[in-house]
C-alpha cells in the first residue's frame, strides 16, 4: 500500500556503514536498540553517541513513519492543521479502528458506526486527502496489525498514536506510542524527542509447545516487571528461543509490553520475520533485508555476553513456560494456569465465566485464529458447545477474509461464537454488552491487553482477565474460570466426559493471504483543493483555541481539586467507551476529566469538595467552577500516574479546564510528556510520603518558576484549612525546551508562531 520501497532501498543502503559509525563512536558492540535509535539521531543534534546516558539525556530522533488511531487521530491532526504545512513530512496513515461498537455482529455493526461516526470519518478522510496521509477505512482493520502487515520494516523508527505502537516491533522496528502533539511536531518535519532509554535484555531460550504461546511470555514479563517496571526502557528480546517465535508472536510479546510502561520492545531480524515479509506480499523488502541480516539485529558479542551491555536482563525458558492468567483489574497480576483455580477460589473471584473474547490488536493474526479455530473444531467434534458467550476480533481484513476463506470461523460459529468487525471493540469499550444484572459481580476473560476497571464494559463489578487467545477459547467452551484444560475434562451435551487437545495452528494460510478490499484510501496527489469542513456547531469536533501562555510569575492560592488514590490510568483520567465519540471536541471531550478516579479523602468516584462552597460536586463540575472564578488548580495523584492509552486527552482537558499543576508521586513516560506538551506542571513529590501531607482543604502556591531551570526543583507552599503552612519540595524532569513549551503555553503555540513568521 504504497510503501516507498526506495526510500527503503536508501536506508538500507546507508545501514551497515551507519552501524559501523555509532559502533565506532561508542567504541564496543551494539545492542540492537541502539543500532535503531543512534542512526535515527535528528541531523541537527550534536549528540555524540558515546555520551548520551541512558534513562537521563533527551535525544532528538527522526522517525520514518508516523500512525494514528481514528480516536487519537482527530486531535492530532486538529492540530497539525495549525502548523501551517502543505503536507506531511514523512509518510504517515490513518486507521479507523476505535470507533467500531460491537453489539450484533461484523456486519451490522460496522454499517452502524459508519452511519453514526460519519461525520468524524469524513474528517479524517478530508483531511488525510488534503495532507498527503493514506486512510484506512472503518472495517480495514486494527491500525497494528495493518502496521505489520504492510508497513513495518526491520531496523525502522515509528512512531504512533497509540501506546501498542509497539506491535511493529515483532517485525524489528522501534516503534514507540506517543501522544498528538509529538505526532503533530513529526508531521510538520520537526524532531522528535525522547529520553534516552535504558534497555532491558530478555533472553528466551528453548521453545514453546502444548498450551503455551507468545502471549504467555509477555503475561509472565508483566508479572516479573510490574505496571511500571519498564518505564523508560525498551525491552530487546534475544536468544534462541526468540528466534522460534514467529513474527506475529512477536509483535504479541511487543505489542502488550505497553503494559509494563516500556517505551518498546524490540526482537532483532531473523528468517521468521524475513517468512511473514514473504508471506504477506513483501518479498522485495524480504530480499533486501537479508541481504544485511546480520546488522539487523544486536551485535553477537552483546547477547554472548548480555549483562555486559544491558541494564537488566531477565531469563525466560520457554521449554518451561506454562500458560498464564492475568488480573483481575491490573494486567500484571500473573498467575500460572496451575495456580489460578486456587486463586479464583481463595478470592471469591466469580468462578462462572460469562464472556469470552479473542483477537484485538494483540491477538489477531493467522496463527492465533488457527489455533483457536482447532480447539473450537475439537469441541464441536467432542460435542460440546460453549458455554460462555463467545466472540472472535479478527485484526485485519486481510486476516478476516482468509480465515473465512480457509474454513477456520465456521469453527467458532458451530460452537456459538460471533465474529465481530475488524476493529477495537470491546477492547476499549465500544461493547454493548447485554447483561442481566450489572450489580452481579461477574468475570470475563479477554485475549486483549488491559484489564482495568470498567474498560470493557464500564462495569466496576466486572472481573477481567487476560490471556492467550487459547485459553480463552478453551474457558469459554468449559464456562468456567477454574477448568485447566491441560488437566481437567469436560462432560458433553451427550453426558460423557471429553478432554481438549493441545491447540494446533499455522503461522501462515498455505494458500497464502487474500483479501478482496484491504479497504486502503490513498490520498491526493495534490491536495491544495481539498477543503477540510469543521462544522462550528458540531458536538463532535471543535477547531482548538490556543492556551494561554505563562502568565510570567509563581503560581498561587490554588485549590485542590482532586487527591487521586492509587491506580489512576488514562481510562479514570478520560474514560474511553461512551466518550470517544467526543475525541475531536476538546469541551465536550472535558465533562469525563477525572471522573473515575478515586477521592482519597472519600473513597468515591466524580465527588469532590467544591473549595469555594463547601458542597461536593462532579469532577469537570468543580473544576468548571474554579475556572469561571479564575482560580487555577492542582490535582495530586499516586504512583504511574497516567498509565495506560496514549491519548493527550487526559491532558488535554485539565489544561483547557485550567488545572495548573498535576503533582504525582510518579508518572507514566507517554502521559508525562503529553502534560509538558500541552504547557501543563508535571511535577512529582521529592518525598514520596508528602502525599500525605496534603489535605482536601488545602491551597497550594508553586513557587520558583522565574527560576525554573532543568534539574533544579521547585517548591510548594501549602497552606492548610487552619491556616497552618508547610513548605514541599517539587521535582521535574523537564529539559530547556519543555521550559519553553511551558512558558508558551504549550508546544503547539511555539509551531504556530514560527508556521506565521515563515508565511
Ligand atoms: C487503548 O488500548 O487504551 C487505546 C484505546 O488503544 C489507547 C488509545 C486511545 O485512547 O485512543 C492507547 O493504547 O493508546
Ligand atoms: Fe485497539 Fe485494544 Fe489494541 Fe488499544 S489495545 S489499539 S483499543 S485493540
Excluded at 124 to 141: C, M, R, T
Excluded at 258 to 284: C, N, P, Q, V
Excluded at 453 to 482: Q, Y
Excluded at 633 to 652: C, F, L, P, T
Aim: proline share 4%.
Amino acid at each position: 500500500m504504497t510503501f516507498d520501497l526506495e526510500m527503503l532501498r536508501q536506508h538500507y543502503a546507508q545501514w551497515t556503514q551507519r552501524c559501523d559509525d555509532v559502533r565506532q563512536s561508542c567504541n564496543r558492540p551494539l545492542t540492537l536498540t541502539e543500532k535503531i535509535l543512534l542512526t535515527h539521531l535528528w541531523s541537527d543534534s550534536n549528540a555524540s553517541p558515546a555520551q548520551l546516558r541512558r534513562g537521563v539525556d533527551y535525544v532528538d530522533f527522526a522517525p520514518d513513519r508516523v500512525a494514528m488511531q481514528d480516536a487519537t487521530a482527530q486531535m492530532a491532526l486538529l492540530q497539525f492543521m495549525q502548523a501551517g504545512r502543505p503536507s506531511v513530512a514523512v509518510p504517515s496513515t490513518v486507521h479507523c479502528d476505535h470507533l467500531i461498537q460491537a453489539k450484533a455482529g461484523a456486519a451490522t455493526d460496522l454499517r452502524e458506526a459508519v452511519d453514526k461516526n460519519k461525520e468524524v470519518f469524513d474528517f479524517l478522510s478530508s483531511v488525510s486527502d488534503k495532507y498527503g496521509i493514506g486512510f484506512w477505512k472503518p472495517g480495514a482493520g486494527i491500525i497494528h496489525q495493518v502496521i505489520l502487515e504492510n508497513y513495518a520494516f526491520p531496523g525502522g523508527l515509528m512512531i504512533g498514536t497509540d501506546s501498542h505502537t509497539p506491535n511493529a516491533g515483532g517485525l524489528g522496528m522501534i516503534a514507540i506510542g506517543v501522544g498528538g502533539a509529538d505526532a503533530c511536531d513529526v508531521m510538520a518535519g520537526l524532531a522528535w524527542e525522547l529520553k534516552m532509554p535504558r534497555i532491558i535484555g530478555v533472553h528466551l531460550r528453548g521453545k514453546l509447545s502444548g498450551w503455551a504461546s507468545a502471549k504467555d511470555v509477555i503475561l509472565k514479563v508483566a508479572g516479573i516487571l510490574t505496571v511500571k517496571g519498564g518505564t523508560d526502557a525498551i525491552l530487546e528480546y534475544f536468544g534462541d528461543g526468540a528466534q522460534s517465535l514467529s513474527a506475529t508472536g512477536k509483535s504479541t510479546i511487543c505489542n502488550m509490553g505497553a503494559e509494563i510502561g516500556a517505551t518498546t520492545s524490540i526482537f532483532g531480524y531473523d528468517h521468521r520475520m524475513a517468512e511473514y515479509l514473504r508471506g504477506t506480499g513483501r518479498k522485495d523488502v524480504a530480499t533486501m533485508t537479508d541481504a544485511i541480516a546480520s546488522h539487523l539485529t544486536g551485535d553477537p558479542e552483546v547477547y554472548a555476553n548480555p549483562t555486559a551491555y544491558f541494564d537488566q536482563v531477565i531469563e525466560i525458558n520457554l521449554d518451561e513456560l506454562e500458560p498464564h492468567i492475568n488480573g483481575p483489574f491490573t494486567p500484571d497480576l500473573a498467575w500460572p494456569l496451575s495456580q489460578f483455580a486456587q486463586a479464583v477460589r481463595e478470592h471469591g473471584w466469580p468462578a462462572q465465566l460469562d464472556v469470552g473474547l479473542i483477537g484485538s490488536c494483540t491477538n489477531s493474526s493467522y496463527e492465533d485464529i488457527s489455533r483457536s479455530a482447532s480447539i473450537a473444531a475439537q469441541a464441536a467434534s467432542k460435542k460440546l458447545k460453549a458455554q460462555s458467550e463467545f466472540t472472535i476480533t479478527p485484526g485485519s481484513e486481510m486476516v478476516r477474509y482468509t480465515v473465512e476463506r480457509d474454513g477456520l470461523l465456521k469453527h467458532f460459529d458451530a460452537i456459538g461464537g460471533v465474529v465481530l468487525a475488524n476493529a477495537c471493540g470491546p477492547c476499549i469499550g465500544q461493547w454493548a454488552r447485554h447483561s442481566d444484572d450489572p450489580q452481579r459481580k461477574n468475570s470475563i476473560i479477554t485475549s486483549f491487553n488491559r484489564n482495568f476497571a470498567k474498560r470493557n464494559d464500564g462495569n466496576p463489578n466486572t472481573h477481567a482477565f487476560v490471556a492467550s487467545p487459547e485459553i480463552v477459547t478453551a474457558l469459554a467452551i468449559a464456562g468456567d474460570l477454574t477448568f485447566n484444560p491441560m488437566t481437567d475434562s469436560l462432560i458433553n451435551t451427550e453426558g460423557f466426559e471429553v478432554t481438549l487437545d493441545e491447540p494446533q495452528g499455522l503461522a501462515f494460510p498455505p494458500k497464502g493471504f487474500e483479501v478482496a478490499d484491504s479497504g486502503y484510501q490513498a490520498p491526493a496527489i495534490d491536495g491544495a483543493s481539498v477543503k477540510v469542513h469543521v462544522h462550528p456547531d458540531s458536538d463532535r469536533l471543535q477547531l482548538l483555541d490556543p492556551f494561554a501562555a505563562w502568565e510570567g510569575t509563581d503560581l498561587t492560592g490554588m485549590p485542590l481539586l482532586i487527591k487521586a488514590q492509587g491506580k489512576c490510568t488514562t481510562d479514570h483520567i478520560s474514560m474511553a467507551g461512551p466518550w470517544l465519540k467526543y475525541r475531536g471536541h476538546l469541551d465536550n471531550i472535558s465533562n469525563n476529566m477525572l471522573i473515575g478516579a478515586v477521592n482519597a479523602y472519600t473513597g468515591q468516584t466524580n465527588s469532590v469538595r467544591n473549595q469555594l462552597t463547601g458542597a461536593y460536586g462532579a469532577v469537570p463540575e468543580v473544576q468548571r467552577a474554579y475556572k469561571a472564578a479564575g482560580l487555577g488548580s492542582v490535582v495530586v495523584g499516586d504512583e504511574n500516574y497516567g498509565e495506560g492509552s496514549s491519548r493527550e486527552h487526559a491532558a488535554m482537558e485539565p489544561r483547557h479546564l485550567g488545572v495548573r499543576v498535576i503533582l504525582v508521586r510518579s508518572f507514566a513516560r507517554i502521559h508525562e510528556t503529553n502534560l509538558k506538551k500541552q504547557g501543563m506542571l508535571a511535577l512529582t513529590f521529592a518525598n514520596k510520603a508528602d502525599y500525605d501531607l496534603i489535605q482536601e482543604n488545602d491551597r497550594m502556591d508553586v513557587l520558583g518558576l522565574n527560576e525554573f531551570r532543568p534539574g533544579q526543583a521547585l517548591r510548594m507552599r501549602l497552606t492548610h484549612e487552619d491556616g497552618s503552612a508547610k513548605e514541599l519540595q517539587l521535582n521535574h524532569s523537564y529539559n530547556e525546551a519543555q521550559i519553553a513549551w511551558f512558558r508558551a503555553g504549550g508546544a503547539l503555540n511555539i509551531i504556530r508562531a514560527q508556521a506565521a513568521g515563515h508565511s
